[in-house]
């Protein structure tokens, strides 16, 4: 399994950024996506998750209603959508893969990562 982010880089506060993460050598039928952060000397934050089966999502609180995932048509890509991002949401963002169609979005349930891209908001 490898997962490959991509779309980092620098944002104003209230613009808008789309990370992409390439999905490729998974063979399950059913699973799930994540999203996740880490700030320096913070905790790695699970942020956003996505089903396969049918595309169901759950978002952490501190980005419900501002950030978007989804799976592109083939459901080998999965973007998140950064809208209004804020200075605090400045971190490297990864995504990993869930073995089966379970929202989880607790980083100690996955152990497979990318090597992230970093987004910094900033004026």
């Known amino acids: 399994v490898q997962l490959v982010e991509s779309g980092g880089g620098l944002v104003q506060p209230g613009g808008s950024l789309r990370l992409s993460c390439d999905v490729s050598?998974?063979?399950?039928?059913?699973?799930?996506i994540a999203w996740f952060r880490q700030a320096p000397e913070k905790e790695r934050e699970g942020i956003a998750v996505i089903s396969s089966s049918d595309s169901t999502t759950e978002y952490a609180d501190s980005v419900k209603g501002r950030f978007t995932i989804s799976f592109d048509d083939t459901k080998t890509t999965v973007h998140l959508q950064l809208n209004s991002p804020k200075p605090e949401d400045t971190a490297v963002y990864y995504c990993?893969?869930?073995?089966?169609?379970?929202?989880?979005?607790?980083?100690?349930?996955?152990?497979?990562w990318g090597q992230g891209t970093q987004v910094t908001v900033s004026p």
């Open positions: 990993s893969a869930y073995y089966a169609d379970l929202l989880r979005l607790d980083p100690t349930d996955y152990g497979l």
């Open positions: 050598g998974f063979s399950f039928d059913d699973y799930a």
